[in-house]
């Protein structure tokens, strides 16, 4: 068993020179990579923001097959709960 990720090709891309100066003063206070900031940047966008993009893409799909709710009957409902445990 490897302990080497699977990697991508490659990628290119230009950057704000002020942004590439962060990410190379924070790979050189680390002793790192600038691949290794990239790496983690992008984790941590993925973990927030990102996942925010892709939930929301996924609750309008499962909307578009139908698989969601009116809003008024959720309503309902909870009321219902909570009325029954007001009981």
């Known amino acids: 068993m490897s302990n080497q990720r699977d990697l991508s090709d ?10 590439l100066a962060e ?6 206070i680390c002793e790192r990579s600038r691949s290794w900031v ?4 992008l984790k941590s966008y993925l973990a927030a923001e990102g996942k925010e993009i892709l939930d929301i893409a996924k609750a309008r799909k499962a909307m578009e097959e ?3 709710f009116e809003l008024d009957d959720v309503i309902a409902d909870v009321e219902a709960i909570v009325k029954g445990a007001a009981a």
């Open 66 to 68: 139908g698989e969601a």
């Open 23 to 28: 990410i190379e003063e924070i790979a050189a």
């Open 10 to 19: 490659p990628l290119t891309m230009r950057l704000p020179l002020d942004v």
């Open 38 to 41: 990239f790496v983690r940047a």
